[in-house]
Nanobody, 117 residues
Framework: QVQLVQSGGGLVQAGGSLRLSCAGS????????MGWYRQSPGKERELIAA??????TYYEESVKGRFTISRDNANTLYLQMTNLKPMDTAMYFC????????????WGQGTQVTVSS
């Protein structure tokens, strides 16, 4: 089993920055990749960034150039968010995958990010 515990998030004005963290524990040696999703009310949860053990990254088009995903040696995943926009308001979830980034095997508990205009 893998446990993912998120921290960070909150309320920020448009143009501001926030950093989300996701601390992984348990069988993290079996994890091939980790990612960040977000979900707004009435919308489906969407993958916005992912990083593999080899350091390959993926970004959804709307966050490219503004968000940076990273992972440290202590199995903590980060999402640095800059130039935040009201459209970024959502519940953010971290995820871990045994293989690929199609279907997460584990989820964090979620954290709210609200960007005011």
């Amino acid at each position: 089993q893998v446990q993912l515990v998120q921290s960070g998030g909150g309320l920020v004005q448009a143009g501001g920055s926030l950093r989300l963290s996701c601390a992984g524990s348990g069988r993290m040696s079996s994890i091939d990749a980790m990612g960040w999703y977000r979900q707004s009310p009435g919308k489906e949860r969407e993958l916005i960034a992912a990083i593999s053990n080899r350091g390959n990254t993926y970004y959804e088009e709307s966050v490219k150039g503004r968000f940076t995903i990273s992972r440290d040696n202590a199995n903590t995943l980060y999402l640095q968010m800059t130039n935040l926009k009201p459209m970024d308001t959502a519940m953010y979830f971290c995820a871990a995958y045994f293989s690929g980034i199609t279907s997460p095997d584990f989820w964090g508990q979620g954290t709210q990010v609200t960007v005011s205009s």
